[in-house]
């Protein structure tokens, strides 16, 4: 996956597809996605954060919107800080059947809501 | 899956979920998605026909446009036609990453280009 220049990818493989920051520098992986069944939008990349930003092994719903792929560094790029992802709404059991937690967390990171 | 009515649903699970006839008759079943990485868009279902339409059993990959979530039957509804998935351009071992099989694929089934 992550040496990948295929515009597609599967389902199957998404685990594992690496993120880094504007700097270049490895803050973690994609786990799984979160797809809007109504629209085939991918709202959630879902990441897992070993230990990246002083959070350690946590795994946190980021919306797509603040993800890029880079088809050169074959993964996603994204400018969060950690002040944003410390500072998001808490993620609880149903988080993924909760629009408001959802509302409160695109308000946050600053991306727009991707059921409208 | 088939029974869920969340409204999103994890990469991880998206193997098996139902895709009905307009008459309702249960017609296949997804077996991944093929995600556009730079979008973020849902490209194909590659749909497993177990049997269907007399095509044996079989994966084709088919356009995400022609596939609407039901959330009353918790899975896909389509309107594809034996003739329509017969028809289709053949699938070869590098479809995905193949434009011109896309483009192809996309105007055989009447929906437009998801890369635009």
């Known amino acids: 996956m992550t040496t990948s220049t295929h515009p597609l990818v599967s389902s199957d493989n998404v685990n ?4 880094y920051g504007r700097d270049g520098a490895h803050i973690g992986a994609i786990d799984h996605l979160m797809i809007d069944k109504a629209s085939g ?3 959630y990349a879902v990441m ?3 230990g990246f930003l002083g959070l ?3 795994y946190r719903p980021v919306p797509w919107g603040k ?3 880079d088809p ?3 993964g ?3 400018d969060l800080t950690e002040a944003e992802v410390q500072g998001a709404p808490e993620r ?3 988080w993924y059947d909760d629009r408001d937690w959802e509302r409160r967390t695109h308000e946050h990171y600053g991306v727009p809501i991707y059921w409208i």
């Open 16 to 19: 594992g597809t690496d993120v």
């Open 41 to 43: 939008k991918v709202a």
């Open 48 to 50: 897992g954060f070993g």
């Open 56 to 58: 350690g092994e946590d």
């Open 67 to 69: 993800l890029t792929y």
């Open 72 to 74: 050169v560094q074959g």
């Open 76 to 78: 996603f790029v994204t």
């Open 92 to 94: 609880h059991d149903r």
